[in-house]
């Protein structure tokens, strides 16, 4: 598993996870895929205390594909999270979401995300979107050195 390139996808639509996934392995996007299908899975996944069995703390994912609308945790407070906690505060965080609503955007880029992305309806525009995103965040993006 090439821990330093993982995605974190958090999607609680089976339909849209799916999509999201064929749509990297169409790109030859071969990332380890981790997937929250709640919000609070998310903050597990990113916060939890579990650590590995050499006893180090869990690797972040290199890039977040976030969904606003959640079960148990909206997508608005996980990003609420990630940018207040120190150790994620730069993990790249980018919104996928079918909502059209600018209230949800603004407030996504009040709370600090990198990309806010609407969900296209068709695949082939969802499967470029994906590219797109995929070839920035993983490929050409430098993130901040490590501390």
Same mark, same amino acid.
């Given at each position: 598993?090439?821990? +330093?390139?993982?995605?974190?996808?958090? +999607?609680?639509?089976? =339909?849209?996870?799916?999509?999201?996934?064929?749509?990297?392995?169409?790109?030859?996007?071969?990332? =380890?895929?981790?997937?929250?299908? =709640? #919000?609070?899975?998310?903050?597990?996944?990113?916060? *939890?205390?579990?650590?590995?069995?050499?006893?180090?703390?869990?690797?972040? %994912?290199?890039?977040?594909?976030?969904?606003?609308?959640? %079960?148990?945790?909206?997508?608005? !407070?996980?990003?609420?999270?990630?940018?207040?906690?120190?150790?994620?505060?730069?993990?790249?965080?980018?919104?996928?979401?079918?909502?059209?609503?600018?209230? =949800?955007?603004? !407030?996504?880029?009040?709370? #600090?995300?990198?990309?806010?992305?609407?969900? %296209?309806?068709?695949?082939?525009?969802?499967?470029?979107?994906?590219?797109?995103? *995929?070839?920035?965040?993983?490929?050409?993006?430098?993130? %901040?050195?490590?501390?």
């Amino acid at each position: 598993m090439n821990q +330093e390139k993982m995605i974190l996808l958090v +999607e609680d639509n089976p =339909d849209d996870e799916a999509l999201t996934i064929r749509a990297l392995k169409k790109n030859k996007i071969l990332n =380890d895929v981790m997937v929250a299908r =709640d #919000g609070a899975e998310a903050v597990e996944i990113l916060f *939890g205390d579990s650590t590995k069995p050499d006893g180090k703390a869990p690797d972040l %994912p290199q890039l977040v594909l976030l969904d606003l609308n959640l %079960p148990k945790i909206s997508g608005l !407070e996980v990003l609420k999270q990630i940018r207040s906690n120190e150790k994620t505060r730069m993990l790249p965080v980018v919104i996928l979401t079918t909502s059209t609503e600018d209230r =949800d955007r603004m !407030e996504s880029y009040k709370l #600090g995300v990198n990309s806010y992305i609407r969900k %296209p309806v068709d695949f082939k525009q969802f499967s470029d979107a994906i590219l797109q995103v *995929g070839l920035y965040w993983l490929v050409l993006n430098e993130g %901040p050195p490590h501390a």
